[in-house]
């Protein structure tokens, strides 16, 4: 049996599903979490389809996992007045609550969340055709990063909690709330990195709008409930619907304090504009991203090959800190090229549940015609595809393809693919991935492959003015999550790591007096009997 019979047979039989990966039937969610109540729907919806076919009597067929409502402009602005309402220009209860009520609210919220691990990591698999190894490495890190920010927000808070006496001048200096947030996660990571965003805007008191990903939407279902009774009535809306009919009316209504957005930096750009009062607008944002490889003719070639198979390819590739262009020198090109492509080959093809899976279907409909667009164009430019099966496709799957040489004349040199393709260009000079990282529109990450000091050193000190991360004879990546996550130019605007992104969704506020004897009598006053949320000395254990 050739590559593609076996390709063609990819796909599983209803009953050759194992039992403990099967959904609990389908998913119909005729409902959505809008001011403290789950408001039912009656109206329109999407229905989800799974990048997993099902081999029927009637051919292939893409598995129905359900359906969530498509919510209209009403329902997506009445979500957003129970936000602004919540808030109530800061003197909301959410917003003046205690940061240790706060976090007990967190904590609750975890517990239930923890409650429904099995679903949320079954519709991760089935919703985007994540590996079950790494669908349940995604819930866990995120319970790993929830419980990790209420650490840091204690940090901090105990920080806040004395008084500094500077000239003459008593204060007392705490982070607060910037009002309504706009969440919106990508699909990639549809639990982890939507809520490395929702979860710090939402500790820190901001009352948030949360629009699920378009695909990976009803993972989130499981969890509404969890929001509506962990927290106060109205600090957590979802709202569901066509980005283009819901998202652009809430921004236009200048009600919206700050957005944040894992996706394409056009799209952040259009909704930014669309805003009233763009001053006012703070943006956390996580964009477009052409991470590079520099592999020099002193680079280790086996550990290089390894670590941009893992950059390249893992979760096929669909990840903002892959490794999306390998800068190889011309020396090294051709054994690279034959090691990069054995490693490629040696890869498991299969379904999500199957142990030691790589490679699984995509969950985009549209992105099997656009990695072979790509290839054509690359095809047609001059490159090759350099590994045996290399682009070849059956249905929702696209089997990786490694492209050589590429130059400025392929989309692949400077669009995102975002997919299993890995475009190489050779290069004699160093001078030649510098620049094009210079000229490039993005700066997230690069990873440089020698065991040269005095290179690396070289290569280090100019890059690092280009990009936000080098990496050093390892893959490009974002953790671990106390580290920095941001990026240069077009890829992304403001910082994310558990500490940064406390500060991203808070704003410092101080309160000050001169430290005159009838001042500081007040002020121990207001201490003492502790009135103040704000002016305490209370400290969190």
């Known amino acids: 049996m050739n590559f593609e019979e076996k390709l063609h047979q990819i796909f599983p039989t209803a009953d050759a599903i ?29 229905t989800v389809l799974s990048p997993i076919c099902i081999q029927t009597p009637n051919g292939l067929e893409r598995k129905v996992i359900g359906s969530y409502p498509l919510c209209g402009q009403a329902e997506a602005i ?15 209860e959410w917003p003046t609550m205690p940061v240790s009520e706060r976090i007990a ?29 790494d669908s349940i490495k995604e819930f866990d890190r995120t319970v790993e990063y929830i419980n990790a920010t209420i650490d840091a927000l204690k940090d901090l808070d105990r ?21 309504v947030v706009l969440c919106m996660g990508p699909f990639n990571y549809p639990l982890n990195e939507t809520f490395t965003t929702l979860i710090p805007a939402l500790i820190m008191g901001n009352t948030l709008l949360f629009k699920p990903p378009k695909h990976g939407t009803l993972l989130h279902y499981p969890l509404l409930e969890a929001f509506g009774s962990c927290f106060p009535k109205g600090v957590v809306n979802t709202i569901y619907g ?31 504009k669309s805003h009233p009062k763009v001053n006012r607008l703070r943006a956390i944002l996580g964009l477009d991203a052409k991470n590079a490889a520099i592999i020099t003719d002193k680079a280790d070639l086996d550990l290089a090959v390894k670590e941009c198979v893992l950059g390249s390819l893992s979760f096929n ?9 390998l800068f190889v020198h011309s020396k090294v090109a051709d054994a690279f090229l034959q090691k990069l492509s054995d490693a490629i080959s040696k890869l498991k093809v299969g379904m999500p549940w199957e142990k030691d899976v790589f490679l699984t279907p995509l969950p ?64 004699d000079d160093i001078e030649t991935p510098i620049e094009y990282l210079i000229e490039s529109d993005h700066g997230q990450q690069v990873s440089l492959f020698s065991n040269d000091a005095g290179e690396l050193a070289s290569l280090i000190d100019p890059l690092v003015n280009q990009v936000s991360r080098v990496n050093i ?13 941001t990026g240069r130019k077009d890829s992304a605007e403001g910082t994310l790591s558990i500490p940064d992104a406390l500060r991203a969704f808070s704003i410092r506020t101080m309160v000050a007096t001169k430290q005159t004897e009838e001042n500081k009598k007040l002020i121990n006053q207001i201490v003492t009997e502790q009135t103040s949320n704000f002016l305490s000395t209370k400290y969190i254990f």
């Open 18 to 46: 194992p039992a403990q990966y099967q959904l609990e039937g389908e998913l119909h969610q005729r409902e959505y979490l809008s001011d403290g109540e789950m408001k039912p729907w009656n109206g329109d919806v999407h």
């Open 78 to 92: 009445a979500a957003l007045n129970a936000a602004v309402e919540a808030y109530d220009d800061g003197r909301g």
């Open 105 to 133: 609210c967190m904590e609750k919220f975890t517990g239930k969340m923890i409650a429904r691990k099995d679903e949320i990591v079954k519709l991760i698999m089935w919703e985007i055709g994540k590996s079950w190894a």
């Open 159 to 179: 920080n806040s909690s004395r008084f500094e006496i500077e000239q003459g001048i008593i204060g007392q200096i705490r982070r607060s709330p910037l009002g």
């Open 242 to 272: 066509r980005g283009n009919v819901i998202v652009a009316p809430l921004m236009e209504s200048g009600k919206i304090n700050v957005l944040t957005l894992i996706g394409s930096s056009k799209v952040a750009n259009q909704l930014k």
């Open 317 to 325: 590739g669909q990840r903002c800190t892959a490794l999306k262009i």
């Open 364 to 427: 985009e409909p549209q992105k099997p015609a656009y990695l072979k667009e790509c290839i054509e164009d690359a095809l047609a430019n001059g490159a090759k595809i350099v590994n045996e099966n290399g682009g070849a496709a059956f249905e929702s799957f696209v089997y990786p393809a490694v492209l050589y040489p590429v130059n400025e004349k392929m989309k692949l040199y400077r669009e995102e693919q975002f997919g299993p393709l890995i475009p190489v260009l050779p290069f």
């Open 473 to 485: 004879n390892c893959q490009c990546q974002r953790g671990p999550d106390v580290y920095p996550f």
